[in-house]
């Protein structure tokens, strides 16, 4: 694997909003590496500093401090009509999808071509492989406002491809959109990683997208990354706090509080949480050596998640019976299963 | 009944170059009102070719005239007008004083609408690395270009109201055919013709501009 984009001790700070003020730090110190080919997911709150962050990879903003590399090129260097040429080999898709209401579907994502000099009867034949590469063939005469929000997206995509660049900036892509075309586009996102090899960056405040396509994430807070991994590992073993609160979002992570005193109040017995990942062990080690030693459980809260097609479990089971035969059970269940009374 | 017959070969012939001042003086006062409020929109601060001192300057030269009233800026602009055009009274002279105020009118009305442009997609363009040019002509203007032409309908009418005020200094058109033979001359008739013709002619101005923002907007 090959580093595509790489930012080196990377700060973006915005003038005071009044005169004699502190100035805005929207991205504090940031070093990142983003490999060729890979999908890589940026979450983080409102206000954490996402999208200036994304917004330094193709230099809509200059960098305060540090540098920033994509492919051989020093982007963050780059002035006037050098950086412009940079600026063709990556695409971006936005939150508000931004088309051109002036021109249809076809012209939109006509637009990058003109900009690098595509001869006419090239654009058209690109604009059409493109439409149907996003599932629009047959609406490149459409306007953007007659097309629903995914539509919008797709041409938004099929705009931010039409260049042929190497890398797809995704700032918030589906946010304005509901669960089911979420979905689409992220497929389509992720068949663009696939079968066009780009690599992608997305930024979201929602763990279910990092979730779906992302192979490698980073957690923004305050500007700054405070957390980076394998999407898998900082979902299984979140280490920060806004880690942790980012996975209880998709995860019905450990009961606590008043949900642990609803779950005491509605079932006899210990409760147990039960936790594993993908390395061999299930709950049905547990469960079955629960039934082996005679002893009575039922599953209360929590659910097995797919992440990046790997399994992650977070089951909490109440279970009734001799104290001493349960936990001689559960002493047995080897490793892989972590088993945690809740007290 | 028999006056107006009478009067009908002048009053169309003022008609006529109203028409023509309003038309040549749009020319000139619509491009530069669309060069200095684009070049207002594009240099403020976070424009595509930010340039602070640039639209400090078109900003307070544009806050300076266009709050003139027009019967003041006309005898004002006299001295210039003979430098330009090479005289300060006249059908000519009515032009260009008509010209530079409009520039300065329609420069405000085309940065507030292009204000109006969602930043987003002044972004999108600059993400596919277009300069600051192409995107001037190829998003800035085509996406406001419905409330312009609204604008632009807007400013026209301004601009006939100024044609007539004009026929103070010898402008020819149906302004100063009013003053000149209806208020000097206590004719009622000739005044009242003017004002239906006026009337009709800002009427189809406001039809027009109306049609074609409602084609350019698809609505
Ligand atoms: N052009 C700007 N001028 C001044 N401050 C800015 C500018 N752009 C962003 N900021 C500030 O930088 C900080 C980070 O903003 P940013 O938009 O990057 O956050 P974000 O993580 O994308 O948030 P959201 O999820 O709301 O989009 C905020 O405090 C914001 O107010
Ligand atoms: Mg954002």
Not at chain 1, 63 to 71: K, P, W, Y
Not at chain 2, 125 to 147: D, F, K, Y
């Amino acid at each position: 694997m090959t580093q595509h984009i790489v930012l080196d001790r990377v700060s973006k700070r915005f003038p005071p909003a009044k005169r004699g003020g502190d100035p805005i730090v929207a991205v504090d110190d940031v070093s990142l590496s983003i490999e060729q080919g890979e999908v890589f997911g940026i979450i983080g709150y409102s206000g954490a500093g996402k999208s200036t962050l994304v917004r330094l990879i193709n230099q809509l903003e200059p960098v305060t401090e540090g540098a920033i590399r994509v492919g051989d090129v020093e982007i963050s260097g780059l002035r006037g009509k050098a950086l412009r040429e940079q600026q063709t080999r990556i695409g971006m898709i936005f939150q508000r999808f931004n088309l051109l209401h002036s021109r249809t579907v076809a012209g939109n994502v006509a637009y990058p071509l003109e900009v690098v000099g595509v001869p006419r009867a090239e654009r058209r034949r690109r604009v059409e492989e493109l439409l149907e590469f996003v599932g629009l063939a047959g609406r490149a005469d459409a306007y953007p406002e007659q097309l629903s929000g995914g539509q919008q997206q797709r041409v938004g995509i099929a705009r931010a491809l039409a260049a042929n660049p190497q890398v797809l900036l995704a700032d918030e892509a589906t946010s304005a959109l509901d669960p089911e075309t979420t979905a689409e586009v992220l497929d389509l996102l992720a068949r663009v990683n696939r079968e066009l090899g780009v690599t992608i960056v997305v930024i979201t405040h929602e763990m279910e997208v990092i979730t779906r396509i992302a192979d490698r994430v980073a957690v923004m807070e305050a500007g700054r990354v405070v957390e980076t991994g394998s999407t898998y590992d900082v979902f299984t073993r979140p280490t920060t706090d806004v880690a942790k609160r980012f996975v209880a979002t998709v995860v019905r992570a450990l009961p606590e509080g008043d949900e642990l005193v609803a779950l005491r109040a509605q079932h006899e017995g210990r409760l147990f949480t039960i936790s594993f990942t993908d390395e061999g062990a299930s709950e049905a080690r547990v469960f079955g050596a629960l039934a082996r030693a005679g002893v009575d459980f039922n599953l209360v809260h929590g659910g097995v998640d797919d992440i990046q097609g790997r399994v992650y479990g977070l089951l909490t089971i109440a279970v009734r019976g001799d104290a001493a035969a349960i936990d001689a059970a559960l002493a047995q269940i080897g490793p892989g299963v972590t088993v945690e009374e809740q007290r | 009944m028999n006056e107006l017959v009478q009067i009908l070969p002048d009053l169309l012939e003022q008609t006529g170059i109203m028409l023509w001042i309003v038309a040549a003086s749009l020319l000139f006062g619509g491009i530069g009102g669309l060069v200095v409020g684009t070049g207002l929109f594009v240099t403020r601060t976070g424009g595509v070719l930010q340039q602070p001192v640039v639209w400090w300057v078109l900003n307070v030269l544009v806050n300076t005239f266009r709050p003139i009233p027009f019967i003041i800026f006309l005898a004002a602009m006299q001295p210039l007008g003979r430098l330009v055009v090479g005289k300060g009274i006249g059908t000519e002279y009515a032009i260009f004083a008509i010209a530079l105020a409009a520039t300065f009118g329609i420069a405000r009305i085309v940065e507030q609408n292009l204000v109006s442009i969602p930043s987003g997609v002044i972004e999108a363009a600059r993400s596919t690395g277009a300069s600051p040019w192409r995107i001037i002509r190829t998003v800035i203007i085509p996406e406001a270009l419905g409330p312009l032409v609204l604008g632009f309908t807007f400013a026209i009418i301004a601009i006939v109201d100024m044609s007539a005020v004009a026929g103070l200094v010898g402008g020819q058109g149906l302004g100063n055919y009013a003053i000149t033979y209806g208020y000097r001359q206590f004719d009622p008739v000739v005044t009242w013709s003017a004002l239906v013709v006026i009337v009709i002619v800002v009427q189809l101005i406001q039809a027009l501009g109306n049609l074609l923002a409602r084609r350019i907007l698809r609505r």
